[in-house]
Every structure is written in C-alpha cells, then in structure tokens.
C-alpha cells in the first residue's frame, strides 16, 4: 500500500502524457492554454473573494459573533449543542481559512485534548466551504441562480455540524 502512495501521483501524470502522445496531443501547448484559462478564472473571481473576506473580517472584528454567541447560548444548550462551537459551525461555511483560524483559537483556548476543539476539528473535517465553493466555481462559470445549490450546502454543513458534535459525545464522553 505504502508503495502504491509514494508511486500514485507520477504514475497519473506519466499516463496522462503518454495518452496525450499516443493521440498526437500538443501537450505543452495545451498546458499553456490550460494554465493562461486558469489564470483568467482567477482574476474573475477575485472580486468574490474580497468581498467574503471583507464580510468576514468585518463580522468577527465587530464582536457581532460574541453577541450571537452569547445569546444563543441558552437555546444551544437546550439541544446539547455547545456554544463553544458555534464559530466553527459559522465561519466554516464561509472559509477554510478563516476555520482554520477559529480552530487554532479554540486550541490555545480550550487546550488540544478538550471536547470542545474535538468537535471542531470532526466539524471541519465534515463539512464544507459552501459559500467559498459558491462563490469561486459559479462566479468562475457565470451561473447567478444559485438558490439551490446555497439551500442543499447550509443543508448539509448543519447536518455536518451537529452529527460532529454527536459523534464526538458519543465517542469522547
């Protein structure tokens, strides 16, 4: 198996370069074209990416994260959810970043080993960054009606977000 991993990378790429060739594709070519689409993508989505970062700066420097938080708390704990980790379940969906900046909070918070950064992680792991995928690969394409794709991804990041702190109860206490 070990070898398997160290082998499988060079293995696609030498296959496909020898497909490429055996179809008498102009590999390097294609790549080049590949590689300036690519970059044009990129600066087509930039403006959707300022802008959900400017939200997210925004919303976590304004404390209003601390007041949800702490209002939301009472009807949380009702449901067994902590409110501890209310801002994975929040920033998650908006970027893997800014999750990852969350998580090392609540490390130097709540400590490696606690409950609490557990559930985080197992949250980060199992759901997604709906509005960042949204944002960049149908800003990327054009689409504008995205009404469904945004009600099936909070769908899934909220069952994401409670089946972690479900398992990580069942597991871990």
Do not use: H
Not at 29 to 56: M, S, W
Not at 91 to 116: H, N, W
């Amino acid at each position: 198996m070990n070898l398997l991993v160290i082998f499988i990378l060079p293995v696609i790429i030498v296959g496909i370069t020898a497909y490429g060739l055996v179809k008498r594709v102009k590999i390097y070519e294609e790549f080049v074209v590949g590689a300036k689409d690519g970059f044009e993508i990129a600066v087509r989505i930039i403006p959707y990416l300022v802008a959900i970062l400017f939200a997210i700066g925004m919303f976590r420097a304004s404390g209003a994260m601390d007041w949800m938080i702490l209002g939301l708390k009472p009807v949380l704990g009702f449901f067994g959810f902590p409110a501890e980790v209310l801002p994975m379940a929040i920033i998650r969906p908006l970027t893997g970043s800014g999750s990852v900046g969350v998580m090392a909070d609540m490390i130097a918070t709540y400590g490696e080993d606690s409950i609490f950064v557990k559930m985080a992680g197992t949250m980060f792991g199992s759901t997604e960054t709906t509005f960042y995928v949204i944002a960049v690969y149908f800003g990327a394409v054009g689409v504008r009606k995205t009404k469904y794709a945004v009600q099936a991804g909070i769908a899934a990041d909220i069952t994401g977000a409670i089946m972690a702190v479900v398992v990580c109860y069942w597991l871990f206490s």
